[in-house]
């Protein structure tokens, strides 16, 4: 195995954990209904930071996961 292919192997498994760590850490679809039949009481300054934080979470999965499928690619064409 050449080094570039080695280098090449490691960041797409580094990819791959940072997309899999990324997709862990948004809030799921459902939380919002958890929330109201558990009695926890939103205030709209926490709506807001926790959209806010979603909102960034899917941009930072979509472009790691664009990334992950280049490296992929060029991985394989190598």
Same mark, same amino acid.
């Given at each position: ?8 192997? =490691?960041?797409?498994? $580094? ?12 809030s799921? #679809?459902s /939380?919002? @209904?958890?929330?109201? =039949?558990?009695g926890v $009481? ?13 909102? #960034?979470? /899917?941009k @930072?999965?979509k ?5 992950f499928?280049?490296?992929?690619f060029?991985?394989c064409?190598l």
């Amino acid at each position: 195995m050449n080094i570039p292919m080695l280098v090449l192997s =490691i960041i797409v498994v $580094a990819a791959a954990l940072f997309l899999i760590a990324v997709v862990l850490l948004q809030s799921g #679809k459902s /939380a919002g @209904l958890s929330g109201a =039949i558990a009695g926890v $009481a939103d205030t709209f300054m926490a709506k807001n930071k926790a959209k806010s934080w979603d909102a #960034k979470l /899917a941009k @930072l999965t979509k472009w790691v996961a664009i990334g992950f499928v280049v490296l992929t690619f060029v991985m394989c064409l190598l």
